[in-house]
């Protein structure tokens, strides 16, 4: 039997399985993406010398990781770096090599053929390798702009910062254990930040059915109840009753469209969390900031998972937003130094970093893991602090009158 043919069958074979025992979606998901590897990796085998053993061994880590996700489940480590790490690996570096298959389809042979496997291979390191950095944001209520953009950081006021640590898009799963996100937690304690704000996107299918791994994932943000907020994100709508329970257990509030309050040492904070919606964004975010008015000397924050919701706020629903969602590009230039991204290149979403509109501020994490695309290309992901400057002083608006 030929490798491709003997890759055909595995590929049945898996689609069979996913389709009698979790779903017809995901039988369609895992033909589609299984074969467009066979489609893209075995061409690829036959420009690199003695690559046809090697592009074996990753399909078949590919079809045993596909084969792994009909029985979702948290693996030991030992599978991962055996079977998924090499798969995602793989899979990422077959989409890669796209324009090298599309060459030989009409008869030229592109150089170096082992350049987008590479990518692949410092895409994976990007994925798992978080980066700390310190960020400062000045709110003053004063500088106002027309349209959504990036925008710079502001002048530093001589004023104690409020220190947040958000962690965002950790997606429990295949590059994220439960045990990896505790640690990043614990890290998150020991700064002793004045607020620990989680924006969602907490699961995926491997840790949906379980509250147990979210529970312990989150366990070290115990240390700093009273200081811990959340909201949830899209994949998290998934898994309502498993959100719910953990976080009931954790004593952590998650904000369903809800607000709350922190008396912090940098000043009183307001805290919106606006859950995640597919349709009607600007209906929902109004009918959320209208439930809760804008009080007075407060700090406004807004967890709102979807940075693409933030151009829809009215003038004054928020100073400062804290969105992820989107793995701060996921694909793009930020190891060179550069900040465009596939999501900046071809869409107007905010993807990484600061951005104004009017007098509000939006702040999009780059997200702690990823989930979706096999690996993440030159945009790594963050573990970071945020300093933000503010005097009650300068954010004074009115209120409603019954405050």
């Excluded at 489940?73 to 989409?95: D, E, M, Q, S």
């Excluded at 979807?306 to 992820?324: I, K, W």
């Amino acid at each position: 039997m030929s490798l491709e043919l003997a890759a055909a069958v595995a590929i049945t074979v898996v689609a069979l399985a996913a389709l009698w025992l979790r779903s017809r979606q995901f039988a369609g998901y895992a033909v589609v993406l299984l074969s467009l590897v066979a489609l893209l990796g075995f061409p690829m085998s036959h420009a690199i010398p003695h690559g046809r053993l090697a592009f074996a061994g990753l399909f078949a880590s590919s079809l045993l990781h596909m084969a792994g996700l009909v029985w979702a489940r948290p693996r030991p480590l030992l599978y991962r770096l055996l079977i998924t790490w090499p798969a995602l690996f793989f899979i990422g570096g077959c989409i890669l090599a796209l324009p090298w298959v599309i060459a030989m389809a009409f008869g030229f042979q592109l150089p170096w053929p082992l350049v987008p496997f590479a990518i692949a291979a410092l895409g994976l390191a990007d994925s798992v390798l978080l980066r700390h950095e310190e960020v400062d944001i000045s709110i003053d209520g004063s500088t106002t702009v027309d349209h959504t953009r990036r925008h710079p950081r502001g002048s530093i006021p001589d004023v104690r910062p409020l220190r947040i640590v958000q962690i965002t898009d950790p997606h429990l799963g295949p590059l994220m254990s439960a045990d990896r996100l505790a640690r990043i937690c614990q890290r998150a304690v020991d700064r002793d930040p004045d607020l620990i704000l989680l924006t969602g996107d907490f699961l995926t299918m491997e840790s949906q059915k379980d509250p147990g791994i979210l529970i312990r994932a989150l366990a070290p943000l115990m240390e700093s109840r009273g200081r811990v907020f959340a909201c949830r994100g899209n994949h998290d709508l998934e898994a309502p009753e498993t959100m719910t329970t953990a976080f009931d257990q954790l004593g952590i509030p998650l904000l369903v469209d809800q607000e709350a309050i922190a008396e912090t040492a940098a000043g009183p904070i307001q805290i919106l969390g606006v859950d995640f919606v597919y349709r009607g964004r600007r209906k929902h975010l109004r009918k959320v900031c209208d439930m809760y008015p804008r009080r007075q000397h407060h700090l406004r924050l807004m967890l709102l998972h979807d940075p693409g919701a933030f151009r829809h706020l009215s003038p004054g629903d928020a100073d400062l937003a804290l969105s992820g969602h989107t793995h701060g590009g996921q694909i793009g230039l930020l190891r060179l130094g550069i900040p465009t991204t596939i999501i900046s290149l071809f869409t107007s979403v905010p993807d990484h970093g600061l951005f104004a509109r009017g007098e509000s501020r939006l702040y999009v994490h780059r997200g702690t893991s990823h989930y979706g695309f096999p690996m993440r290309v030159g945009v790594p992901p963050e573990e970071s602090t945020l300093n933000v400057y503010w005097r009650p002083s300068l954010l004074a608006r009115e209120v409603a009158a019954d405050q």
